[in-house]
């Protein structure tokens, strides 16, 4: 079973900051968080990874609890092109890459 | 921007055939995977690959499937012989570090039908 909980969908307006919430209380020391994300039904796409520190990079910014029991993804303009399915996924540093996909965050931005 | 790339598109077989994924990875980068996603369903692991090993893999990864980097630039997935809950699409990765602190690239998708 994927160890986050996501909402599984909101709307964003365009042009609006969208604000997507993850849980994950049971992470431990040794795993990140990461955010892929999934357009229709195109090949999953990284968006930001992080430890414990807030992260930002061109696409998003990623904001951890300080217990790192929680984060949020931000995008900060959403545009129409960045409707898609979102996925918060813990992965730790011995993971070889097995990353545990679960439902998502379906986002639909609206004009 | 470099991207992986997979062939083919799509692929339709008979139960029962054997069928080749191919995957041309990232040039620089060292790990490959393959994940699926049955129609509807949630991205599933499926293997990883390293130093022409098998570095993990997942129950669904059982003797049908193979993995193999026959030349300097190919990744590919073997399905021995396919049956009807093959049907998916089937997602390459690659990436420069392995573990947790490099990002997977993925491919567009093969998307195999098995009938």
């Known amino acids: 079973d994927a160890k986050t909980t996501q909402p599984p969908s909101m709307d964003c307006a365009e042009g609006r900051a969208a604000n997507l919430p993850c849980n994950h209380s049971?992470?431990?020391?040794?795993?990140?968080v990461y955010w892929y994300r999934q357009i229709h039904s195109q090949g999953p796409q990284y968006i930001i990874h992080?430890?414990?520190n807030n992260e930002t990079n061109e696409m998003a910014s990623l904001i951890i609890t300080e217990d790192r029991k929680s984060s949020t993804l931000i995008l900060p303009h959403a545009t129409l092109r960045d409707t898609a399915v979102y996925y918060c996924?813990?992965?730790?540093?011995?993971?070889?890459?097995?990353?545990?996909f679960g439902a998502g965050t379906q986002v639909v931005v609206t004009p | 921007e470099p991207e992986v790339t997979q062939t083919p598109s799509h692929q339709v077989t008979q139960m029962g055939q054997e069928v080749i994924l191919r995957c041309v990875p990232i040039s620089n980068h060292l790990y490959f995977y393959w994940y699926r996603q049955i129609l509807g369903q949630k991205v599933e692991f499926l293997v990883s690959f390293y130093n022409n090993e098998i570095s993990e893999k997942s129950e669904i990864f059982d003797d049908q499937f193979s993995v193999e980097r026959p030349d300097g630039s190919n990744f590919t997935l073997k399905i021995r012989s396919t049956k009807l809950e093959d049907s998916a699409m089937y997602f390459c990765a690659s990436s420069a570090w392995g573990g947790a602190t490099g990002e997977l690239f993925f491919g567009e998708g093969s998307r195999l039908t098995v009938l």
């Open positions: 049971t992470i431990s020391g040794n795993e990140y």
């Open positions: 992080g430890l414990k």
């Open positions: 996924i813990v992965s730790a540093t011995d993971s070889w890459g097995k990353l545990q």
